[in-house]
């Protein structure tokens, strides 16, 4: 489930043999472990390792590359500039990567996010638990089958970060199938008129929400299905596909996410993206 990957470099070329054995790892499911990749922090950003950055309501601060507009950061002035230049650096080093040791084309760079918080010891509702095992769905951006792929980096000068991964996707789609609703016609439709989404919401869309609720209300498959304990050590980056992969974010501050969007036909085995198993599985196309 985890494959270790010895790159020191953020920019290629990278070896032709490590650039496959990428590709065939994430694709299969599982999360690239960079050990040996810190992203470094200057000397004066080092004060941005404090939870009080963030404005204390939403979970992560985010940056919109294309606008360059910070969200959720208690900063102003001088130091939001400053903060928004390290995310824009992370987020533009973490592009070079992906672009350089995938064979994707046209991957697009969506938000990027600084998590200071420690994960420990919050509170939330299990719907919006990351500790709780989960795959990645957005409520209010719909992806009509496109993949999420996340690029994270253990920024914490000590503290690892702690997850647990789960089970094959297709055996949690398996389990938690038969139990979602039935969808409601009209209610995409009435999302997009109110503006709760960006864009209509596919099947596929209602589908992953409804099996990412699912399988965090279930505390029988949070406390006995199958995972595995993984530690991000301090100075480590890791890349996944997040729709894909069942993970629980257990413990640990200060980490940088850039998310990156790809269409399923980019993939050099689309059957093994989400929405092409939960269509075999269904029986019926999703978008
Ligand atoms: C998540 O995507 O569920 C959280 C991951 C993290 O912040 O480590
Ligand atoms: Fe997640």
Request: charged letters at 25%.
């Given at each position: 489930?985890i494959e ?6 953020w ?34 950003e080092t ?14 601060i ?13 900063l ?27 064979p ?5 760079r ?28 957005f ?16 920024v ?50 209602e589908?992953?929400?409804?099996l ?12 006995n ?30 980490a ?26 269904s029986g019926?196309?999703?978008?």
């Amino acid at each position: 489930m985890i494959e270790e990957l010895p790159l020191t470099q953020w920019q290629g070329p990278f070896d032709a043999a490590v650039k496959a054995r990428a590709l065939e790892a994430l694709e299969s499911g599982s999360v690239l472990y960079f050990p040996q990749l810190p992203f470094r922090l200057l000397e004066s950003e080092t004060e941005f390792l404090d939870a009080r950055v963030a404005d204390g309501k939403a979970k992560n601060i985010s940056l919109d590359h294309t606008t360059g507009k910070m969200q959720a950061s208690s900063l102003t002035g001088e130091r939001a500039v400053r903060l928004a230049a390290l995310m824009e650096r992370f987020g533009s080093s973490a592009a070079t990567l992906v672009n350089d040791l995938l064979p994707y084309q046209n991957v697009e760079r969506a938000r990027t996010s600084f998590r200071p918080v420690q994960v420990k010891g919050r509170s939330y509702s299990k719907i919006s638990d990351d500790r709780l095992l989960h795959i990645d769905a957005f409520p209010t951006r719909p992806m009509h089958g496109r993949r999420i792929l996340r690029f994270f980096a253990n920024v914490a000068p000590s503290s690892p970060r702690h997850w647990h991964v789960g089970q094959p996707f297709e055996e949690f789609a398996r389990r938690f199938l038969p139990q979602v609703g039935p969808h409601l016609p009209g209610k995409s439709w009435l999302y997009e008129k109110l503006g709760v989404t960006r864009g209509k919401r596919s099947l596929y869309d209602e589908l992953m929400l409804s099996l990412h609720d699912a399988g965090k209300l279930d505390s029988d498959f949070q406390s006995n299905s199958q995972h595995q304990n993984v530690i991000f050590a301090p100075g480590s980056c890791w890349l996944v596909f997040t729709d894909q992969v069942l993970h629980a974010a257990l413990g640990g501050e200060f980490a940088l996410e850039q998310t990156f969007h790809l269409d399923v036909a980019q993939m050099r085995e689309p059957a093994r993206a989400p929405i092409r198993v939960l269509e075999r599985l269904s029986g019926k196309a999703l978008a």
